[in-house]
């Protein structure tokens, strides 16, 4: 089923209103993915804006071009990077010294001046980035984290205000472009179970700069869509006071989407839920298909949903599955909803 790009869809959803149909939402799509739902490899922005538009998605997410090493392991391209969970590169203040930060000169921004050249008049650019509480554990590796919250919580804070400062220049940067209709920061602080640390540490130290985030989002009026893994029960109100939009994925293990939904209804659109864990990776079409039928009957209503996955796209997916979950989406999210 064709359905043509529209940010305006988006936009409406994501400001907690009803829009023509759910859109369709991920953070992340492999590009195997891509390649096999094209039927060829993605060399470009044209391929990758075709993809996009082709799926029935009404946006392209874009993040800049910036090194930030993590680890003393450098990942083939392409591949997955990580990091030690134990001592990482930096664990002194000499290693915090002897760092090579990324200058903001030598950030690329290319992407979004050269999209615009294969992007519809209907569809926009996401702005994407992330981690700075992340990346402050990743740098130190997560055991010697831990120890220094005790030890040195000077070095801690100087990181978050290094990383932190990064992270919001690459947002007010991003913004400045015309393509640029919404913006989307992601990173972690709590797994299935709750949060990763306590949250009166996220409060003191990540909260301010996802504040800070809001504000100039709120100052461009662009839509702010927040991403976490996990049980966040603890950071919803606080979330919602930074002056986030949407929050995503909304992890099935962790916490009940019609639950959130009621909570947060008119304050947060509610982003993904279709599990990931089974029905998109282990799964059939028809229970792909089921599943997004029933997402959609319980939380579309009212507006202030789009669909995706409870994480993103990766090249485990099957394709048949994703190829359901967005045809299902068109077949049976049209307002108002009747299935």
């Known amino acids: 089923m064709c359905r043509k790009p529209n940010f305006d869809r988006l936009c409406t959803a994501l400001y907690c209103g009803e829009p023509d149909y759910v859109p369709l939402v991920e953070l992340g799509i492999a590009q195997e993915i891509k390649k096999r739902f094209l039927g060829k490899k993605i060399y470009s922005l044209k391929e990758e804006v075709e993809f996009w538009s082709q ?15 993590l680890s003393k392991i450098t990942p083939q ?6 990091a030690s969970e134990h001592k990482g590169i930096i664990s002194s203040w000499q290693d915090f010294e002897q ?14 001046e050269k999209i615009t050249k294969y992007l ?23 055991e010697n984290f831990s120890l220094m919250l005790y030890e040195d919580i000077e070095l801690i804070e100087a ?10 220049n690459l947002f007010e940067n991003m913004v ?22 306590s949250p009166i540490f996220i409060r003191k130290y990540l909260l301010p700069w996802m504040k800070k985030i809001g504000d100039m989002a709120k100052k461009h009026n662009i839509p702010y869509i927040y991403h976490s893994d996990g ?3 603890d950071f919803i109100d606080d979330i919602i006071a930074c002056g986030v939009n949407a929050i995503h994925p909304i992890e099935p293990k962790a916490m009940d989407i ?49 669909l995706g996955s409870s994480n993103s796209i990766p090249k485990y997916v099957k394709l048949k599955n994703f190829i359901a979950m967005v045809e299902s989406t068109k077949r049976y999210g049209k307002y108002p909803i009747s299935v």
């Not at 799926?55 to 090493?69: E, F, R, S, T």
């Not at 200058?103 to 921004?109: A, L, M, S």
């Open 176 to 197: 400045t472009f015309d393509c640029v209709k919404a913006i989307w920061y992601s990173d972690d602080i709590a797994y299935h179970a709750g949060p990763i640390i």
């Open 231 to 233: 049980k966040l029960w």
């Open 77 to 82: 391209k392409g591949g997955w990077h990580w």
């Open 258 to 306: 019609v639950e959130v939904k009621e909570k947060v209804k008119g304050k947060l659109c509610v982003i993904g839920n279709i599990d990931l864990s089974y029905t998109l990776t282990r799964g059939t079409p028809e229970e792909t298909e089921e599943e997004v039928r029933e997402k959609i009957h319980t939380v579309a209503p009212g507006g202030g949903y789009c």
């Open 99 to 112: 760092y090579i930060w990324s200058k903001p000169e030598d950030v690329d921004y290319s992407d979004f």
């Open 55 to 69: 799926a029935g998605y009404d946006y392209v997410k874009l993040q800049p071009g910036i090194d930030m090493n």
């Open 159 to 168: 990181l978050f205000e290094k990383i932190g400062t990064i992270v919001f």
């Open 120 to 142: 519809p008049d209907s569809m926009a650019v996401i702005g994407q980035y992330g981690d700075i509480f992340t990346m402050v554990w990743e740098l130190m590796g997560f």
